[in-house]
């Protein structure tokens, strides 16, 4: 059978392309290579999946041209996917900061877009590994596991590196290229940080509320001591600004005015450790600030000591060696150049008939549900060009 279009990858924003252009009449078929599509969509949000975000523009994305995302965000929102999410009645509630997460399990969202792409006559293959791409005459022909596979279009929607446990490789990268597309540099983001001094293990596995800053952006959440270094919601924002050798400044207590608090203490006792304690957690206490201030009783602190008491935990400068890693990233940063696509359709400029949607496009969202909705985004993009 000779389709309208072939979609390589049967995540959330290839499962979208479909779904789009087959309620459009487009015969379509997505290959996935995992024996069951949206793996990745099972796994996301701790099993809840932070499909959306209410609160959506394209400042919320990372990518070489910061205006692409726009098209296709204002084309397909989150409000036009809450219209689908409810009407499949998938119980769902706002966990913070505009996140929408599944109530009970991420497996509803993949049960809509199969059954979305049941009603729409898309056929999918799972199980079915693509081994080269040719363009041909009248389209392109994907040479797959289960034989050659022809259509007059063809979308890239095959993910980035992140998550190699369930199958992520190159192959929408190593296709972007054998068609002559720019690759802008790839790695690992919304990841934990490797600390250049190693982490501190006496710290591992606490938490508290710090603001995040590095190369003018700053985040405000929760940070996480690792064995290696930090994680938590705060550094995973970072690590889509982080660049090597630049540091990332921590502080501790963004709501108090630490060196106003400690004159009001200049009569106590208790070592500058302890009253540090009365805010923060003690270990993280006595170990952010230096060993002779630590011990210094209050009532010996001068206005130098307190100067550093207060730079020591409110700008903490951490110099960090790498990320975690692809295991660990969420997703990753770069791909396939915007400037090779039409941000209206996802379309290439250089081969008429190849799209790119989702994250193998140089676009990375934010943590909470931004990456989700470009993939809706963009495949529908496509799928409404198809």
């Given at each position: 059978?000779?389709f ?5 990858g ?12 087959g ?10 290579h ?39 965000l ?6 036009d996917?809450?219209?689908?999410v409810r009407?499949?009645?998938i ?11 599944c ?13 979305e792409?049941?009603a729409?006559?898309?056929v ?6 693509v081994?080269s ?41 190593r ?9 802008e ?5 919304l ?11 006496s ?28 994680s ?5 924002q ?6 090597p ?12 005015d630490?060196?106003e608090?400690?004159?009001?203490k ?5 070592t500058?450790?302890?009253?540090l ?5 003690a ?6 600030i ?8 209050m009532?010996?602190?001068s ?7 207060a730079a ?22 770069g ?19 190849l ?12 943590l ?9 985004s ?9």
């Amino acid at each position: 059978m000779r389709f309208d279009c072939t979609i390589i990858g049967g995540g959330a924003a290839g499962l979208f392309a479909a779904i789009t252009a087959g309620r459009r009449g487009k015969r379509v078929l997505v290959i996935e290579h995992n024996d069951q599509v949206g793996r990745k969509i099972l796994i996301s949000g701790g099993g809840r999946c932070n499909f959306t975000n209410r609160e959506v523009s394209a400042e919320n994305f990372v990518s070489q041209n910061p205006h692409f995302a726009r098209s296709a965000l204002a084309r397909f929102t989150p409000d036009d996917l809450l219209r689908m999410v409810r009407r499949h009645g998938i119980d769902h509630y706002e966990k913070k900061l505009g996140q929408l997460f599944c109530r009970h399990s991420s497996r509803a969202i993949v049960e809509m877009l199969v059954s979305e792409c049941r009603a729409a006559g898309v056929v999918i293959e799972t199980g079915c590994t693509v081994s080269s791409v040719l363009a041909a005459a009248d389209g392109f022909a994907v040479e797959t596991s289960r034989g050659t596979k022809h259509s007059r279009k063809l979308a890239v929607a095959c993910g980035g590196l992140s998550f190699a446990k369930i199958g992520a490789t190159d192959l929408g990268y190593r296709i972007a290229k054998q068609f002559g597309h720019k690759i802008e540099r790839t790695r690992p983001s919304l990841v934990a940080l490797v600390s250049a001094g190693g982490g501190d293990p006496s710290l591992a596995g606490i938490s508290c509320d710090a603001a995040v800053t590095t190369r003018g952006r700053s985040f405000r959440d929760d940070i996480l001591f690792t064995h290696r270094g930090l994680s938590g919601p705060a550094i995973l924002q970072i690590s889509n600004y982080w660049q090597p050798a630049e540091p990332v400044t921590i502080d501790l207590l963004p709501d108090i005015d630490l060196v106003e608090k400690a004159r009001t203490k200049r009569m106590s006792k208790q070592t500058a450790a302890n009253f540090l304690s009365e805010f923060l957690p003690a270990r993280i206490a006595s170990s952010a600030i230096p060993a002779a201030i630590a011990a210094k009783r209050m009532t010996e602190m001068s206005d130098r000591d307190i100067a550093i008491l207060a730079a020591s935990v409110q700008c903490k400068s951490i110099e960090f060696s790498m990320t975690e890693g692809y295991d660990r990233a969420e997703v990753t940063l770069g791909g396939v150049s915007t400037a090779d696509l039409d941000s209206k359709t996802m379309a290439s400029r250089r081969v008429p008939g190849l799209y790119f949607i989702g994250e193998v496009v140089d676009v990375t969202g934010w943590l909470g549900g931004y990456n989700f909705q470009w993939a809706w985004s963009s495949g529908y993009a496509a799928g409404s060009d198809i």
